[in-house]
């Protein structure tokens, strides 16, 4: 696997396959009935790693489309990832014994230290602490809720506790295809001494080319969505630009 991936997205919501704008639930576009279909889809265009989130689960607090990140993780032969409501050890032991490669701690990093600092201990590279900000400060409860901690503190506080990968959504580039807040994703890499993956914003092949440049100073790769969608961005077409095809 290369050292910076792209990860096609995946974001689940009454079974299907759609995409938020600035995640608004009232601001939703369906692209497909069968996140199962567009993850073998990813996978046959040459994806890597998919990313999936639960968008029920986050407004939820606990999984909710399980079923479903069941029959991805068992049907991929790449590595899952998912997001999306996980609050506690139980529901982190269910996805990973689905065959999820990695689940991200979201809105518990916040608030339940105890239970983010128990995972990171159990799991450790298992486990993306993903960092969701609105103008550099953390939002929580699928974006429903802005936090007064900043984001470059909740990262070096979770490195020091064994965080080894972060996903870094800058809210306000989420859906809106006006590219990645680049110099926000490298001040996240240098708080935290760890690898961020990009994610919100990213437009076109030359945002990925972009944030590839900075591979050595630790983004490891960027979450790629609506820009997939629209075809703004072919994913052969990327991975062979990027030299990984």
Known sequence: MSSFIVYPAIDIRDGKCVRLQQGDYAQETIYNDSPVQVAKSWEEQGGQFIHLVDLDGAKAGHPVNDAIIGAIAKNASVPVQVGGGLRTLADVEKLLGLGVSRVIIGTAAINDHAFTEAVLAKYGDKVAIGIDARNGY???????????????DLAKELAAKG?????????????????PNIEGILSMAAAS???????????????LLRLNVHSGSGIGGAIVGKALYTSNIKLTEALSALGQK
């Open 138 to 152: 953390v939002a929580t409860h699928g974006w429903l809720n802005t936090s007064e901690v900043r984001a470059e």
């Open 163 to 179: 965080a080894e990968t972060f996903i870094y959504t800058d809210i306000s580039r989420d859906g809106m295809m006006q590219g």
């Open 193 to 207: 001494g760890r690898t961020v993956i990009a994610s919100g914003g990213v437009t076109s092949l030359d945002d």
